[in-house]
């Protein structure tokens, strides 16, 4: 349970915000749902279906961003600044 607990910390701000998209996203399934079949049982199953699966899909998605930007700042860290133009003429 420990390493749960330490996932959880690590990642505490974008699993929130995984949360607040989700229950977001149920709402806006949930009346689309609605809109299109016109049976609330339907409806309901629907919209808890498809966005649990998005949200699992969003928390991969915003790791993989965080993990590309870090890795964006890194390389620029490591840039020889002698990489660039040279200039000519002096």
Partial sequence: MSLIRRVARQNQT???KTG???LIHICVAALVAYAVTGNLWAS??????????QAVA????EKA???AGRRA???NATASPSSG?????A
């Fill in 65 to 67: 961003w965080d993990r």
């Fill in 85 to 89: 133009p040279a200039i000519q003429g």
């Fill in 73 to 75: 700042v890194r390389q």
């Fill in 14 to 16: 974008m699993l929130m």
């Fill in 44 to 53: 309901l199953t629907l919209s808890l279906l498809e966005p649990t699966v």
């Fill in 58 to 61: 969003f928390f991969f998605h």
């Fill in 20 to 22: 607040s998209y989700y």
